[in-house]
């Protein structure tokens, strides 16, 4: 099943496909060896993450950040793996700092009745996390050139972007799934769609030549323009 436990996005950036295409990790390695993860995908996703990691000829040790689009338990499921494993904290955007460290994800859109009733039914949690870093919008976190965090609220309140200048690879996050073509979300598991959908629109405004989503296969073919026709043909939810 699982064939090439990392991709090669742009040199020293991969993506590592965690359940199939469908849900994935990134790895960036800076000139001095040293490796930040982001996204760690489901519970099982953990010891895949370190296969990977292996797989670039890095260690455990190598492994100087960690990061997290957002507090959903299938990007933050093998956190805690990961964590145990590298002795490293966690980087998230401040307003889903509270949901990493309790393990818990943030509330569903309560506009849609599907969302109320996950709400009800619980579940949706994750082993807790130690959250050492907070970003906010813009911020540009020190490493291999800088990583951009670019704040989208909506699926989550803390919802970032990693903008990976120095490569042109865009980290999506959960902004636009690329699951058999270019698609919302799903809008149960966000907190706010209409704000999702609104704030999508700032992955069209920035300067990069891959697309790399956490759910689904990146894009290297003028990701920017496939983007701008996405968000042209899916007008914002009001
Ligand atoms: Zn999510």
Known sequence: ????????????????????????????????????LIDMGVKQSGAKVMAALAAIGSGPSDVTRLMLTHAHPDH??????????????FGIHEADAGFASAGASPPRDHTLRLGRLMDRMGGGGFAPLTVG???????????????????????????????HRASGVLITGDSIFNVRGLRWPIKAFCTNFAMTTRTAHRLSEL???????????????????????FLASHPTVD
């Open 76 to 89: 933050a499921g093998g956190a805690a793996h990961v964590a145990e494993q590298t002795g490293r904290d």
């Open 1 to 36: 099943m699982a064939k090439n436990p990392a991709v090669v996005l742009a040199p020293n950036v991969w993506r590592i496909p965690l359940v199939g295409d469908f849900v994935n990790g990134f790895m960036l390695r800076d000139d001095d060896g040293q490796v930040t």
């Open 133 to 163: 870093e907070t970003f906010t919008d813009g911020q540009v976190v020190p490493f291999a050139g800088g990583i951009e965090v670019v704040h989208t609220p909506g699926h989550s309140p803390g919802h970032a972007a990693y903008l």
């Open 207 to 229: 300067e990069y030549t891959t697309a790399a989503f956490t759910h689904g296969p990146h894009l290297s073919e003028q990701p920017r323009d496939q983007i701008r026709r």
